[in-house]
Nanobody
Framework: QLQLVESGGGFVQPGGSLRLSCAVS????????VGWFRQVPGKEREGVSC????????NYADSVKGRFTISRDYAKNTVYLQMNSLKPEDTAVYYC??????????????????????WGQGTQVTVSS
């Protein structure tokens, strides 16, 4: 069964840091680009960051560039999102998603929601003083 499970969310003060984890089971990350997305009530889900199955290509939304870093651990089949210098506007439910493809460790990646086939349940991040 294909499954993604996010963890690491929580409450943090502005300027603080959190590291989100996305643990994948039922498939290997060698064939999956993974993206992080976020959503606040009343707004559309937006792309935050993504990483190719090769791990060599990444992309970030302008709002998080220089503050967030995406990475992956093949041995643990896990993708991380390190979030630094957090701002109140980063408050949202964060989701990871996987885009499975046929190619082993390709450089394909996208922040488009409709490219992603499998989604986690989300983890809440709250940034407030």
């Amino acid at each position: 069964q294909l499954q993604l499970v996010e963890s690491g969310g929580g409450f943090v003060q502005p300027g603080g840091s959190l590291r989100l984890s996305c643990a994948v089971s039922g498939f290997t990350l060698d064939y999956a680009a993974v993206g992080w997305f976020r959503q606040v009530p009343g707004k559309e889900r937006e792309g935050v960051s993504c990483i190719s199955s090769s791990g060599s290509s990444t992309n970030y939304a302008d709002s998080v560039k220089g503050r967030f870093t995406i990475s992956r651990d093949y041995a643990k089949n896990t993708v991380y999102l390190q979030m630094n210098s957090l701002k109140p506007e980063d408050t949202a439910v964060y989701y990871c998603a996987a885009d499975l493809g046929p190619d082993y460790r390709s450089d394909r990646f996208s922040l488009a929601l409709n490219e992603y086939d499998y989604w986690g349940q989300g983890t809440q991040v709250t940034v407030s003083s």
